[in-house]
């Protein structure tokens, strides 16, 4: 997969045709028609439905052409960013974002609420001079991220094989179900099972759930012995919470996607399922080949310090007890 590909196919979605694409793109249309080609045989799936009446996205090409558009824009940020010329009155902030003294830390997207508290506390507390990046993705992405030297110190959960990196088990999250406090009084004046009264509703799905958290469809099947069949698609921690306080449907998430200040905020009713569900680790890792500025082994003391059992600290501070 290439830029070039991605490009191409973003155009000929907007312009629903190959001949426009090609004249906007400058290329001639078996150029074109080639990348597309190359694309597809990378990806191994069909993008583009070709007929009489013009080009139309298949299933999967609607899916992936928000993914083609957000790759082809944060490339062109990125070298936007770097073209001093074009962004002479950013000098100063060029120059802090592109440095490379600094440690990156990279938080798993779900994780950031309940640890980036807790990590610079104790990162202060080690080196008060300490500059530091600090960026929240999927764990999947940070695992990629740490293994290729980009991210110092990632906190994720445990997705996937962490081959070249030095991991050390924080703790273990839990499965919430989030349904709206409507729902739930609701099913409690009927005096029904909760669980047999949520199946006929919406679930609320990650419109990514692979790059998001471990796979939910386990947990669905588990409980209710099949899988929903009606969804409200999300992107975000906060559009699920948004959707499900407004009685949109339910989900099933980590406890640690579900800040406390939410929780206060919105009609949402969570309930553990931790003794029903396999349990959620969280990892702390770094690369094997990078050397770090702190003593690793003394923050993994101190995190750990912060998480042990009987330790104190609630949700709403860094722990999982509340």
Known sequence: MDLEGLHSFATIAKEKSISKAAQTLHVTQPTLSARIRKLEEGMGVKLLDRGWDGVKLTQEGHYFLYYAIQMVSQFNNASAMLNKADLLKFDRSLAEVTRMDRMVIGVDTGLSSRFVYPLVAELQRIRPDLKCKYVSRSSMLLIDLIEYGVIDIGLFYDVKECRHLQPVHLLDDEWVLLCSE?????????????????????????????????????????????????????????????????????????????????????????????????????????SETVQLDVPIGELQRRLLARYKPGAGHTAASGGLNG
Request: charged residues 20%; hydrophobic residues 45%; glycine residues 6%.
């Open 182 to 286: 409507e729902a739930y009084r609701g099913v409690i004046r009927k005096d029904d099972d909760l669980i047999d009264v949520l199946k006929h509703d919406m679930f609320v799905l990650f419109e990514n759930p692979i790059a998001t958290y471990v796979n939910v469809w386990e947990v669905l099947s588990r409980l209710f012995g099949s899988t929903p069949d009606k969804f409200q698609i999300v992107d975000s921690s906060d559009m699920m919470l948004g959707v499900v306080a407004n009685g949109q449907g339910y989900t099933f998430v980590p406890k640690c996607y579900v800040p406390e200040l939410y929780l206060e905020a919105y009609p949402i009713r969570m309930i553990p399922f931790g003794s029903m569900l396999p349990a959620l680790p969280v990892y702390m890792a770094y």
